[in-house]
């Protein structure tokens, strides 16, 4: 068998990982101090996407940008440095997609529904064109996500690096369950645990190869 061997890292690449390992805190710190100070807003009922909009919208947008342009620059990154293969590639590719859907559903926002912001519809919105590009973000970043903790379980397994082969599994089936299993009153909070699993995975990744602790 031909040995793997980890690429060398250069200054772009370290800064693209640095970038990654932090787009996990970025999201669910700027998430927070926005969900627990918005006026009308409740944490565990309105979705997070919902912060787009009203007064201070551009927050979240913001967030929803920057954090999915670290991810795609982790994508990269790691495809650079972590050992050869076909699977490293998809890895990579597929991290880059989570980013590009974070992009997206900042750029085309959601639409206002269970009464946020105020003067929203209480109930379900009437969804706009750039509404449902919004959803059909959140659900390329998922999509992506699941393929890629199986393409990093096989990866990881290939090459017998066990701890991470079961992070890449245990983080995929908990990031479902939380988000599938429990009240629909508490979904919204549900989805950014679920949210924080996701890019989790990807910060870790980014951290262990900048600290030389997975190849």
Do not use: C, Y
Request: net charge positive; proline share 3%.
């Amino acid at each position: 068998m031909v040995q793997l061997i980890q690429k060398r890292m250069t200054r772009s690449t370290h800064a693209l990982l640095i970038g990654a390992t932090v787009s996990m805190p970025l999201f669910i710190v700027l998430w927070a101090l926005q969900a627990f100070t918005r006026e009308g807003f409740r944490p565990t009922f309105h979705p997070l996407s919902l912060l787009s909009l009203g007064e201070g919208g551009w927050v979240q947008i913001l967030n929803f940008v920057v954090t999915g342009l670290l991810v795609i620059g982790g994508g990269i990154g790691l495809a650079r440095v972590l050992a050869a293969g076909r699977l490293t590639r998809w890895a990579g590719i597929l991290i880059a997609l989570m980013g590009v859907g974070l992009v997206v559903a900042g750029v085309f926002v959601a639409d206002g529904g269970a009464g946020f912001p105020v003067g929203a519809p209480a109930g379900a919105p009437v969804m706009s064109w750039h509404g449902a590009v919004h959803e059909v973000g959140f659900v390329l970043t998922q999509l992506a996500f699941v393929a890629l903790a199986i393409v990093l379980a096989f990866r990881f397994g290939r090459s017998t690096q066990r701890g991470w082969m079961t992070a890449s599994i245990v983080s995929v089936v908990s990031a479902l369950l939380v988000a599938a299993l429990g009240d629909p009153d508490t979904l919204a909070i549900r989805l950014v645990v679920s949210s924080a699993i996701e890019l989790g995975l990807v910060s870790a990744l980014a951290l262990a190869a900048v600290r030389d602790r997975v190849r």
